[in-house]
């Protein structure tokens, strides 16, 4: 481990971390990811399994991203509420990466811990065309896997699945510790006890009371 | 139909016009009878419409899907991460550097093989009349389309079938600091090697691509090399004559 630090100064180390340079065909995306979920495929016995593949694929690719998603997008300031942290995803993250945002954002009707993002068309499954026998397999897995990375990397952990519902549905099911943590938050600043959290003000943490928009109808759980 | 019953009763007015104390019948026949056609053009002209608007929505929904497909663009970052996700894992399930590069290089050959339809699709090239002339084409044009870059191309040999191409930014090594001291021989982007032979294979063009030098094993350019290798009838000579 510490030849690694003494070989050198990498140049990557050194750059900037600015705004993305630029963007790159679709096509060799697409066909990247076809050889992807085809050596995943030489691998694995049943459609749960190349899913979590997929998802473990995706996972390795969020906690990447988040990082350098987050200093140029909220720069000096941290997503601390469930709607903050969703809305961001919605909108930069999904922006930054698939070039557009999620369609729909959703809570279920009956479950505070589960959300719905709605995508028509999900970027990744552009060229897919999944057989009838592997009907319920959803390539968008790799996107579940990259959603639970980024929630987890930033302090909500959750569990992400893919559906087909209404297009792709990512289920996003929090843990109880989060929305917990979440009402706490609330209640905390419902109760009116600022001066309590004046101390904690000096943290930067984010204070957006605002609920924005929310998107759609709810709908009951799949 | 109504243009029979107009016709009809055009018939019928006639026959009656002798008559005088008829004019007065027959002007409201006549009367109605245009009332009528011009109700028959505008019901004609509405069902038109009609036909018109159900024609160019359906044609729209059909166009919109291809319509959203026409950015055909995708973040670099995305790109970068999930390669790197996929040499990572090749790298947790194969013990040998050879065999994970061998594998990104079986790999890269079915993905070449088809993007070399794609890229014919998109950039409309003519026919490389030499392996110069192609090499060229693969740093300028196939290079800049897929990878944002543009490598410099030189050739090694005297017979013209060696050509290097040297990258200086190569955006599948964004995020990469430095190879692992335990996979000091991983080829890292070996994928675009197979990525090259497989697309030249698909225009009848046998060649053998690899690494010369890459910078993350500490030289200080990437270079790439291809070698064609000369096919058993020479089709230049085929067409001097």
Not at chain 1, 18 to 30: D, K
Not at chain 1, 96 to 111: I, M, P
Not at chain 1, 182 to 206: F, M, N, P, Q, V
Request: positive net charge; proline residues 3%; contains cysteine.
């Amino acid at each position: 481990m510490d030849a690694r630090f003494t070989r050198g100064k990498s140049p990557v180390l050194e750059r900037a971390l600015g705004r993305p340079r630029s963007e790159l065909s679709l096509a060799a995306f697409a066909l990247l990811f076809s050889e992807l979920v085809q050596y995943c495929q030489r691998r694995v016995a049943s459609v749960a399994e190349l899913q979590a593949r997929l998802a473990q694929l995706g996972h390795h690719v969020g906690l990447r991203a988040l990082d350098a998603l987050v200093a140029r997008e909220r720069p000096g300031r941290r997503e601390t509420k469930v709607l903050g942290v969703l809305l961001f995803v919605k909108g930069p993250l999904w922006r930054a990466l698939f070039g557009r945002e999620a369609d729909k954002l959703e809570q279920a009707n009956d479950d505070e811990r589960t959300f719905y993002v709605i995508e028509r068309e999900p970027v990744v499954n552009t060229f897919v065309s999944v057989p009838r026998e592997n009907s319920s397999l959803n390539c968008a897995a790799f996107a579940a896997g990259l959603l639970e990375a980024v929630l987890g990397a930033a302090g909500f952990p959750a569990r992400v699945s893919a559906h087909w519902h209404k297009g792709t549905t990512l289920m996003i099911k929090f843990d109880e510790a989060v929305i917990a943590r979440d009402k706490s938050l609330e209640d905390a600043e419902i109760g009116g006890t600022a001066g309590l959290g004046g101390g904690r003000d000096g943290d930067s943490l984010e204070r957006d009371g605002d609920t924005g928009m929310w998107g759609g109808d709810s709908l009951e759980g799949p | 139909m109504q243009r029979i019953g107009g016709a009809s009763a055009a018939l019928q007015t006639a026959a009656n016009t002798s008559h005088a104390k008829d004019r007065g019948a027959e002007r409201r026949k006549e009367k109605r009878k245009r009332i009528e056609r011009r109700l028959w053009c505008l019901r004609k002209k509405r069902y038109k419409l009609t036909i018109k608007y159900i024609r160019s929505y359906t044609s729209s929904m059909s166009r919109s899907p291809g319509r959203k497909q026409e950015n055909h663009k995708i973040s670099r970052e995305l790109f970068v991460l999930t390669y790197g996700a996929l040499v990572a894992q090749l790298c947790k399930e194969y013990e040998k550097d050879e065999d994970v590069n061998a594998c990104l290089d079986r790999m890269g050959y079915s993905i070449g093989i088809r993007l070399i339809d794609d890229f014919l699709a998109r950039s409309a090239v003519k026919k490389c009349r030499s392996y110069s002339e192609t090499a060229d084409m693969i740093a300028q044009v196939a290079f800049k389309m897929y990878l944002g870059v543009t490598p410099s191309v030189s050739c090694n040999s005297v017979t013209g079938n060696e050509f290097s191409l040297i990258l200086d930014k190569n955006p599948l090594v964004d995020f990469v600091e430095e190879l692992p001291a335990e996979r000091a021989s991983l080829c890292y982007c070996n994928l675009l090697c197979g990525v090259i032979r497989g697309a030249l294979e698909m225009v009848h063009l046998a060649a053998e691509v690899s690494f010369l030098q890459d910078r993350l094993k500490g030289d200080a350019v990437t270079e790439i090399g291809i070698t064609f290798l000369r096919k058993p009838e020479d089709r230049r000579h085929r067409r001097n004559k």
